[in-house]
């Protein structure tokens, strides 16, 4: 029995593949509607997603293949210009219903490169340039520099600078570059106290050991009295001895106290950046996936939104959050790990000499970088043109550079366009300064430097699956709006009128934070989305008070060391136990859903005006 069981284990994703479609089968067969063929589609992705039977991005594009073959994408959708080419088509031998097959499936590949996906790749250029020229690594020493090596004031350094980076670059970049930091300042920190002791311990024992000698030479005629008793020569040995292996054991447990001590903290400094660099990716519109595929599902479904969401208005309402909840989390891992002895986590009457040692090794660390390359220049002045271009592309308060130079339809102009237009840059700045009379060590003339980025570079480092995956979302809402089960859902969510919506909010916000930790948060944002769109028309309160809340929840994944990259890499840093990462993430969770919901309650509200169902919300009411 044993023997079968291993066997089905070792072929379980072979039999997820087989099985799962033909036990959900009767549900289209049952009920041969659009609807239920859509669900279907979906149901079969949710189960592919979260057993990883097959990988994430080929799952994605399933829609391509089932939605035309189930008759998803009917025969109406078919565009005018393709109605008036069917003669043309005709004379490559295709019928009507081979058109319509075809054109279905231009609906459904469309969905795989619309404009989220060109600000997701604009941003991801931006900080792979920023990865390849190491300009994270330089800012992220600097402000260690500045704020110091005292525990308390180092995890709010690692949080903090852990937390700007994954604004800007993947969650997993910046705990993978932050942690080696942190274990080597910890180590050095660790080795010179345990030896700064041990030094103070051996000179109060010789000091000791010379007291006692005094001792005993001011009284050898006491001592030669003493000689003629029995068994008063060994005693004083087994004396001396016994305040050896006394001594001896002492500064052992002294030692080991201390490295006791210093894991412990290495645990919570491990946490606290595998936890912050989540917390950051929330704070920006391309911090994290499921931010962009929130954008990306809010234009889908809701096309008439006027660009609610965008990176100023999304950073105005997720970066006070991400500055709350990363005080909050510092809080709860100061508490477990550090304890509330404030004058003994930040430094107050301590030694200085282990903290001007492990001061020294991030000083190393960023000596070794040397001055600011021209390459690292041009990049950080590329990352902040991009910046201060999207927060004054149509900030909302006053008109933004796109409508008044153009002077048009504000759309025209959107966040991805500024992001492939800044991110093109890299691939035409060279990275030296030029130098038409150079010459090389041999003599010869010199070659023209090589551009800040070349494709090879962006080939190895691009998540091309992302994209896919966006795509994937993309396609599954597009099918749900078409075949009208976005609008069942919502009639069969009505009954929710009667809850409150913070009560809803909250609870929405519970259930996506526990289903992330066993799926990715971009599958589980691209299956909730919809699903909550269509609730939230129906129920009649604005979708992105559900939509928002619940898109951030996706990126609280912080009790399982599965859940998200930066916490495999902090387990395998930390000496972790599951048990450790379940406990902090646990209060975590709670604490983020709580900031959440307070956050899109009180200036949620006031920039998006969300006490009112607004009109462009109407859309899925509509077959």
């Known amino acids: 029995m044993a023997g079968i069981l291993t066997c089905l284990w070792k072929y379980r994703n072979y039999i997820v593949i087989v099985l799962t479609p033909l036990l959900l089968l009767p549900l289209p067969l049952a009920s041969p509607t659009s609807e239920a063929k859509c669900g279907y589609v979906i149901i079969l992705m949710a189960l592919y997603w979260c057993t990883e039977c097959i990988p994430l991005a080929v799952t994605a594009l399933l829609p391509v293949i089932l939605f035309p073959m189930m008759g998803i994408m009917e025969s109406n959708e078919v565009s005018p210009s393709l109605q008036q080419s069917h003669i043309l088509i005709n004379h490559f031998l295709l019928e009507w219903d081979d058109i319509c097959v075809f054109s279905s499936v231009i609906q459904v590949c469309i969905q795989y490169l619309k404009d989220s996906n060109m600000l997701f790749i604009g941003g991801l250029l931006v900080a792979i340039a920023v990865e390849h020229w190491n300009l994270h690594r330089r800012i992220a020493l600097q402000v260690l520099l500045i704020v110091g090596v005292k525990p308390s004031l180092l995890m709010i350094g690692f949080m903090g600078t852990t937390a700007f980076l994954s604004m800007w670059i993947s969650n997993t970049a910046s705990t993978a570059m932050m942690l080696p930091i942190a274990n080597a300042v910890l180590q050095q920190l660790c080795d010179t106290e345990a030896n700064a002791e041990e030094r103070e311990f051996n000179m109060a024992a010789a000091k000791n050991g010379l007291d006692n000698q005094a001792f005993e030479m001011g009284d050898a005629k006491m001592s030669k009295e003493l000689q003629s008793k029995e068994n008063t020569i060994n005693l004083d040995a087994d004396k001396d001895d016994s305040n050896g292996i006394i001594s001896s054991l002492e500064a052992q447990q002294r030692r080991l106290k201390t490295e006791q001590k210093y894991t412990k903290l290495t645990k919570g400094m491990s946490l606290s950046v595998c936890y912050a660099a989540s917390i950051g ?170 551009a800040l980025l070349n494709w090879d570079v962006v080939h190895e480092k691009m998540p091309w699956n992302i994209l896919l995956l966006l795509g994937g979302g993309f396609a599954l809402a597009h099918g749900s709006e078409k075949s009208g089960l976005s609008i069942w859902l919502g009639e069969s969510l009505i009954p929710l009128q009667s809850i409150p919506p913070f009560a809803i909010s909250i609870l929405l916000c519970l259930l996506v934070a526990m289903f992330t930790e066993c799926s990715s948060n971009t599958a589980t944002t691209t299956l909730f989305l919809p699903i909550l769109a269509s609730m939230a028309t129906a129920i009649e309160i604005h979708p992105l008070y559900v939509m928002f809340p619940c898109t951030i929840s996706a990126s609280l994944a912080f009790m399982l060391p599965v859940a998200t990259p930066p916490n495999a890499i902090a387990f395998s840093y930390g000496n972790l136990k599951v048990l450790d990462m379940a406990k902090a993430g646990f209060i975590l969770n709670i604490l983020g859903v709580i900031t959440i919901n307070i956050a899109i309650n009180t200036w949620g509200v006031a920039m998006f005006n969300l006490n009112e169902f607004p009109s462009w919300a109407n859309v899925t009411k509509t077959p």
């Open 281 to 450: 990716g929330t704070a920006t519109l391309t911090g994290t996936t499921p931010n962009v595929i929130m954008k990306g599902q809010i234009d889908e479904l809701f096309p008439d939104n006027g660009g609610v969401i965008n990176f100023a208005s999304w950073f105005g309402f997720s970066f006070p959050n991400m500055v709350l909840m990363l005080a909050l989390s510092w809080l709860w891992l100061q508490f477990m790990f550090l304890g509330f002895n404030l004058k003994s986590t930040f430094g107050c009457g301590t030694k200085k000499e282990g903290d001007r040692e492990a001061f020294q090794v991030i000083k190393d660390e960023y000596k070794k970088l040397g001055r600011m390359s021209f390459a690292e220049g041009c990049v950080l002045t590329i990352f902040t043109l991009l910046v201060v271009l999207w927060f004054t592309r149509e900030p909302g308060f006053i008109p933004g550079w796109a409508t008044l130079l153009f002077n048009k339809d504000k759309t025209y102009v959107t966040d991805g366009t500024v992001a492939i237009l800044m991110s093109a840059l890299f691939f035409c700045i060279p990275s030296k300064l030029p130098r038409c009379c150079g010459r090389s060590e041999d003599g010869a003339s010199s070659e023209a430097p090589a």
